[in-house]
């Protein structure tokens, strides 16, 4: 069983930086993939962001590439997302969530077994 405990969310004008955190309890092995997910009031939850726990192969929705950063502390079991040039419409609640089988399908939020409580993103303009 992995918990997984989001935080670094809150309100910030365009163009700002946050970074949001994803501590895991619980043992995290090589094959799993870590992601990030988002959910914006009125939309379908949309994937953001992925990791490989081994290896640390990265993945990327075309929205945020070149804006956010996915990355882990292996001692620290924990994930990392640190959003730059942020846009209104990144305003959202994110999730982390655990594949512990590091599915092909990352982009997939049924392949996740393990989901965090959301954190608010608010983006002003």
């Known amino acids: 069983q992995v918990q997984l405990v989001e935080s670094g969310g809150g309100l910030v004008q365009a163009g700002g930086s946050l970074r949001l955190s994803c501590a895991a309890s619980?043992?995290?092995?090589?094959?799993?993939?870590m992601g990030w997910f988002r959910q914006a009031p009125g939309k379908e939850r949309e994937f953001v962001a992925a990791?490989?726990?081994?290896?640390?192969?990265?993945y990327y929705a075309d929205s945020v590439k070149g804006r956010f950063t996915i990355s882990r502390d292996n001692a620290k079991n924990t994930v990392y997302l640190q959003m730059n040039s942020l846009k209104p419409e990144d305003t959202a609640v994110y999730y982390c969530a655990a594949d512990p089988g590091g599915s092909y399908w990352y982009w997939n939020a049924n392949e996740y077994d393990y989901w965090g409580q959301g954190t608010q993103v608010t983006v002003s303009s």
């Open positions: 990791i490989r726990w081994s290896g640390g192969r990265t």
């Open positions: 619980g043992r995290i092995f090589s094959n799993y993939a």
